[in-house]
């Protein structure tokens, strides 16, 4: 079973940028498609960005051209820079597998707030 501890989050005003990143033990991390998923209070846990165990990229329309993932895979992380950051997304971060592949457990997730 692959576990990930995520991190990075906080409060930040509208308009500017945190980087998450995620921790993955267990499992063969370097073949997993991952993603970065997001659950604002009151509504469904969304998937915002996906990346290959070959580095392909695919972004949620509603982040496109603000979020950036990556990974590492020799020290089995992945990342998430977050720019020009709006209200809306105000939400607990997740990562896990790319989910058209089969989820592993959650782990905590990461609160981030924008907000003035």
């Known amino acids: 079973q692959v576990q990930f501890v995520e991190s990075g989050g906080g409060l930040v005003q509208p308009g500017g940028s945190l980087r998450l990143s995620c921790a993955a033990s267990g499992g063969i991390f370097r073949l997993y498609a991952m993603g970065w998923y997001r659950q604002a209070p009151g509504k469904q846990r969304e998937l915002v960005a996906a990346i290959t165990s070959g580095g392909r990229t695919n972004y949620a329309d509603s982040v496109k051209g603000r979020f950036t993932i990556s990974r590492d895979n020799a020290n089995n992380m992945v990342y998430m820079q977050m720019n020009s950051l709006k209200p809306e997304d105000t939400a607990v971060y997740f990562c896990?597998?790319?989910?058209?592949?089969?989820?592993?457990?959650w782990g905590q997730g990461t609160q981030v707030t924008v907000s003035s």
């Open positions: 896990n597998r790319d989910r058209q592949y089969g989820l592993f457990d």
